[in-house]
């Protein structure tokens, strides 16, 4: 039997630990054999899929399952492990391996409810190819929380949607005095009409192009000269969004090749969602006023919508750190949403049932008992 100082260091522990494992979008089955080696330990039923998603099945068979999927890959670039007082920096640390590890932790300390936990893979990369192998393959959950930061006190009610749209332009070669444009003009040209027609769509009700609702086109790449040229926009848009309609017009400003590498719509819920409801109740449990969010990027929630079952995004983390040199999460945060989401499931799995729940205490005191480093 683990002593109390190991039991309390066990999630600490486990983030560093796979923090340690880099997993980019390609390269993550280091990292899910290792998970699936600890959701072993922990009594999970675990293994690693097809396409290296890992997967821990927890808790009492013949009640509705819960479904809380991460991902487990991440951005290119190094940020070394380490630890400066309460914060752990390592790439991954906020997205989303933080939020996998909460999960984790809180699905081991769930007796009541099936629980039913995946690591995806690629989610960081056009397609989501881990979250659509799940839900080509695997059962529909009665319910599903998604792993992205979204503070520990905060619940993320929707994402927007992408369109990626390429343009290639190839023409005979121009002297540098014709009065026509070259490819590389016509390949900027193209862009800005994308961009202009993107933010029309919502210039009268937000002009903010973060805003939820708004649509907004970034131009990640242009290269070319005089007779070739290409450009790349990744266009942010909000639920209901008429892709057809997109498409239409880019091809209608040019005869040139127009491409798109996917077409992934936006995602939102309401507070009254039992996913979101019973995360804002633990969280107030807590102690902490809950906030609610909705996201100008894309994830995992984004692809599993069809399910059509109650979803929200939640875990500990600054999302503003994404991607960058300074990623880190605080521990203390950490341990605080592993505290909120073991609260959380076991009242959700009685709602999902028609079980009537006993009211929140205001915090939450966890058991020591057992072999199990997180059981309750």
Partial sequence: ????????????????????????????????????????????????????????????????????????????????VCQVGDLLYGRGSVDAKGSFVTMICAAARSSEVRVHVVGAV?????????????????????????????????????????????????????????????????????????QDYLRGLSAEHDPDPVAFGVAAGTLT???????????FLTCRVPPGFDFAALERFARSRTHSRIWVDERVPGVTRTRSDPVVSQLRAAIAAQGARPTFKRKAG??????????????AAYGPGDAHLDHTTDEHIPISELYRAIDVLTCALPRLGRQLAGVTSRPLQPALEPALAGSNPLEA
């Fill in 1 to 80: 039997m683990l002593d109390r100082q190991q039991i309390e260091d066990y999630p600490a522990w486990l983030l560093r630990a796979a923090l340690s494992i880099p997993s980019v979008s390609g390269q993550e089955l280091p990292l899910a054999g290792f998970l699936a080696e600890q959701l072993d330990t922990l009594g999970f039923d675990a293994h690693v899929d097809e396409v290296g998603n890992v997967h821990g099945v927890i808790g009492p068979s013949g009640g509705p399952t819960v479904m809380l999927l991460g991902h487990i890959d991440t951005v290119p670039g190094y940020v070394p």
């Fill in 122 to 194: 690629g989610e960081e990369v056009a397609g989501g190819r881990g979250a659509r192998h799940v839900m080509d393959t695997v059962p529909r959950p009665a319910a599903v929380v998604i792993g992205e930061p979204s503070g520990w006190d905060g619940v993320c009610l929707g994402y927007k949607g992408r369109i990626g749209l390429g343009y290639e332009m190839h023409q005979p070669p121009l002297h540098t005095s014709s009065p026509e444009p070259t490819a590389v003009e016509r390949a900027a040209r193209f862009a800005h009409d994308v």
């Fill in 221 to 231: 790449r242009l290269c070319g000269d005089l007779a070739d040229a290409e450009a």
């Fill in 298 to 311: 894309t994830s995992d929630m984004n692809t599993l919508d069809p399910w059509g079952v109650p979803m």
